[in-house]
């Protein structure tokens, strides 16, 4: 079955600095990886996704880039804000089966 | 669109009882609905995959016969945690998902506490 890996566990930055996320998969037949946002005891709200297809999105200061001969994908976010501050999640999904990865919690710091 | 509710949001209740938790797809049909439990600071652990109108898929480790999922309609899941025990107690969130969309939308999830 699929198996995703995320990196850092934690990561702290600075407001205005930028912050990447880095993922592996392990099914190349995954098509879809979403990214989540999830503040404590509140759902995961989809920030943005990408399919197989494309090798770059882009949605104001969030992008996220995919290779899939490496079979990994990154989240960056420019300009980080306080409200930034949440806990970070990746997946991917073939087929309606979707794995996440562990988490990575982000703090900005003021 | 693609609003998920999910009820109740907290619920204690004590050892040995059974809790029911409802999954609702509000303004989309969903062909499949996804019960996923969280511990605190972990990921979300995926315990089964339902479609409307045939068995859930449970995940190895996940007992069936203890965690019993119904999904009988496209806009309605449940799931009910039964003879629950302390350990059972955690944050459960079900997503859902439009036929041939990789996309899944969460629920806000059901704090379980078992006393």
């Known amino acids: 079955g699929e198996n995703v890996e995320q990196h850092p566990s934690t990561l702290s930055v600075q407001e205005g600095d930028s912050a990447v996320i880095k993922c592996t998969y392990s099914?190349?037949?995954?098509?879809?990886f979403p990214w989540y946002k999830q503040e404590l005891g509140k759902r995961p709200q989809l920030i943005i996704d990408?399919?197989?297809?494309?090798g770059e999105k882009k949605d104001q200061r969030i992008a996220v880039t995919l290779n899939k001969t490496a079979k990994h994908f990154s989240l960056h976010i420019t300009e980080t804000q306080p409200e930034d501050s949440a806990v970070y999640f990746c997946?991917?999904?073939?087929?309606?089966?979707?794995?996440f990865g562990a988490g990575t919690r982000l703090t900005v710091k003021p | 669109g693609a609003v998920v509710s999910q009820h109740p949001s907290r619920v204690i209740c004590k050892s040995g009882t059974s809790v029911k938790i409802e999954c609702r797809s509000l303004?989309?049909?969903?062909?499949?609905m996804f019960w996923y439990r969280q511990f605190p600071k972990q990921s979300l652990m995926l315990m089964a995959t339902s479609n409307e109108g045939s068995k859930a898929t449970y995940e190895q480790g996940v007992e069936k016969d203890k965690f019993l999922i119904n999904h009988a309609s496209l806009t309605l899941s449940t799931l009910t945690v039964t003879s629950a025990h302390p350990e059972d107690s955690s944050f459960y969130i079900c997503?859902?998902?439009?036929?041939?969309?990789?996309?899944?939308?969460f629920g806000p999830g059901t704090r379980l506490t078992v006393t």
């Open positions: 997503s859902a998902s439009r036929q041939g969309r990789g996309e899944q939308y």
């Open positions: 997946a991917a999904n073939n087929n309606n089966d979707m794995r």
């Open positions: 990408i399919r197989s297809n494309v």
């Open positions: 303004d989309f049909q969903a062909t499949t």
């Open positions: 099914d190349s037949a995954s098509n879809y």
